[in-house]
């Protein structure tokens, strides 16, 4: 089984769930589950310093970092777009057989369920606590 794992950022800056994405992957390895992360190049106010052109190894597991676009709006850089993850994952996901996207409110997120959704590729959403109602009080956009 391919699974491929979606998350906007695996900054240690982002917090836990950056951190569990890779314990969650190598353990799937460790099973014989051939999973991967996708992810941005993203780090808070500055971008990681990786490769954004071909997969690398993170801590033992393979993620494919993408350049992360950066404007100057905190806002709309937070959204964690990226016009090469939206190229890429449109001509690879039907290469997995589940995507598993972790958080909401990205653009790296939403290009997943809904591309996902579009080539018949079953997918899971880990909210991490996005929905709960202090979350969403945070913002009245989201």
């Known amino acids: 089984m391919r699974v491929l794992h979606v998350i906007p950022s695996v900054s240690a800056l982002r917090g836990g769930p950056s951190a569990a994405i890779v314990e969650l992957?190598?353990?799937?390895r460790a099973l014989g589950i051939d999973a991967s992360i996708a992810t941005?190049?993203?780090?808070?106010?500055?971008?990681?310093?990786?490769?954004t052109k071909a997969w690398?190894?993170?801590e033992d597991v393979p993620?494919?970092?993408f350049d992360r676009w950066s404007p100057s709006i905190r806002p709309l850089r937070e959204f964690a777009y990226s016009n090469a993850f939206r190229r890429w994952i449109g001509k690879h996901i039907e290469d997995y057989d589940l995507v598993h996207?972790?958080?909401?409110?990205?653009?790296c997120s939403s290009l997943a369920m809904t591309?996902?959704?579009k080539h018949n590729v079953p997918y899971i959403v880990r909210t991490i606590g996005l929905l709960d109602r202090w979350s969403l009080s945070q913002s009245v956009l989201r």
């Open 115 to 117: 591309i996902a959704r």
């Open 25 to 28: 992957v190598r353990a799937q």
């Open 56 to 58: 690398s190894v993170l």
């Open 63 to 65: 993620c494919r970092y």
């Open 40 to 51: 941005t190049n993203d780090d808070g106010e500055g971008l990681l310093q990786v490769d």
């Open 101 to 107: 996207v972790h958080a909401i409110f990205s653009a």
